[in-house]
């Protein structure tokens, strides 16, 4: 229940915001869109390297945990060279050129992953999986617009593209339950796919998003960036102190 109640709330939370932000004109969805991506850097980053990998560490040697880190990595490299494993977060991503199915399935499948982290991380302890289910919130609001501006460049309605995210968004709720029943068989493999977690967290926000974040000079919107990581990167120290009993 847990597993399954940290899903919603990660993938389809960020499928909610996404959608009250579509309400909004071109003017605050341009200011606001850059906000989250610094703020998703720093949840990222921070449960990355402050919460999942110690609790890998806690039963894996360093060589193996590493080892699973850097195969995570290289997996995710290919599946980004597949279109498996894409992001958009801009008006001019080249993943418009893709077909609208395409971009679905793609979506599908990060969303299913993205299942099978926090269910992995719920099997670890509770609180590391709402700091997990956080974290992947925060990264998917601004990909979900990404994917909305897909479609509706596709020509597809509003409505049309929100079920389509919206469905998408379930196959999370698949990858939580497959990773609950897996792990019941071979518990030994959660420890592992934990650190392949981290390595999808850390991909995501350093091969992706602070790209993002380096385009254009160097003005008051660098400090305001650099403000919401330090933010993103404190609200899960913050909140692993509260959930974790410190």
């Known amino acids: 229940m847990w597993a399954v109640g940290l899903t919603v709330l990660g993938s389809l939370g960020g499928v909610i915001v996404a959608s009250a932000l579509l309400l909004c004109n071109d003017r605050i969805r341009e200011t606001v869109v850059p906000w989250l991506v610094s ?59 893709l077909a609208a199915p395409m971009v679905i399935i793609g979506d599908a499948f990060h969303n299913f992953l993205d299942g099978v982290v926090i269910g992995t991380a719920v099997l670890a302890s509770i609180p590391l999986g709402i700091s997990t289910a956080l974290a992947v919130m925060t990264h998917e609001v601004p990909q979900e617009l990404g994917d909305f501006a897909i479609l509706l460049h596709a020509g597809y309605s509003r409505r049309k593209a929100l079920v ?18 897996a792990f019941d068989w071979l518990p030994g493999l959660s420890n592992y796919v ?33 403000a919401l990581v330090v933010a993103g990167i404190g609200t899960i120290v913050g909140l692993s102190a509260v959930v974790g009993g410190g």
């Open 39 to 97: 703020y998703a850097v720093g949840t990222l980053l921070a449960v990355a390297l402050l919460v999942i990998l110690p609790e890998a560490l806690g039963h894996l040697s360093p060589r193996r945990t590493l080892g699973a880190l850097l195969g995570g990595i290289m997996l995710f490299f290919v599946l980004e060279k597949l279109v498996l494993w894409r992001h958009c977060h801009t008006h001019d991503c080249e993943a418009h050129g």
């Open 164 to 181: 389509l995210n919206i469905a998408s968004g379930l196959s999370a709720i698949g990858g939580a339950v497959c990773a609950i029943l």
């Open 194 to 226: 934990l650190s392949v977690a981290a390595a999808s967290f850390l991909y995501i926000a350093m091969a992706d998003l602070i790209p993002d974040l380096h385009r254009g000079r160097i003005d008051a919107k660098t400090f305001r960036q650099l």
